[in-house]
């Protein structure tokens, strides 16, 4: 039977479109050893603690048609006001690789994870699957819980019968830098 683990509350136990998922913590010692894959460096980064500073906001600009310059007003934006609901439970962790592309999550984009949503299907996630972290949209394929990939060059991630799958936590942003 596959193990798959959601969230950090334990001991709850629920369905994800008929099929059985457990919610709950993994142990900590395992917990810990997961903690360094998905990093900002070597260590994943509360979003509390990133330190990142954010420049003002002039406004909303048109990616279509031009629009007067006059339409910009600036102001001061906080980014974590924007980003973040639950502080104490959200990290940053840099994506790497392309099986994220469709969804436009990039090779080397900072993602805003939150453990404290419950994972719905269809969402984007954080994953753990035998140990080795992933960034996945949660899906039901073939009538059990799986891992869909946004780039048709990947397969559908369906865990075997001896595989564990934790849901690490939901990505709810990803933050990009073109140069």
Avoid at 110 to 121: D, I, S
Avoid at 155 to 179: D, R
């Amino acid at each position: 039977m596959n193990s798959i683990v959601v969230g950090p509350t334990a001991g709850v136990v629920g369905t994800l479109a008929g099929s059985a998922f457990e919610v709950g913590a993994p142990v900590a010692a395992r917990m810990a050893s997961h903690m360094a894959a998905p990093a900002v460096g070597d260590h994943p980064v509360r979003w509390e603690d990133s330190g990142l500073p954010w420049p003002a906001l002039l406004g909303s600009v048109r990616a279509g048609f031009p629009s007067p310059a006059e339409d910009l007003g600036e102001q001061t934006v906080d980014l974590t006001r924007e980003l973040i609901t639950h502080p104490q439970a959200t990290y940053l962790v840099r994506a790497r690789g392309h099986s994220m592309t469709g969804v436009g999550i990039f090779d080397r984009d900072l993602l805003v994870v939150n453990r404290a949503l419950t994972p719905q299907r269809g969402q984007v996630v954080l994953a753990v699957l035998d140990g080795e972290f992933t960034v996945k949209t949660l899906v039901q394929h073939q009538g059990r819980v799986a891992l869909r990939a946004a780039n048709p060059g990947y397969p559908v991630i369906l865990p075997k019968e001896a595989q564990t799958l934790e849901i690490w936590g939901v990505v709810t942003a990803a933050i990009k830098q073109f140069s």
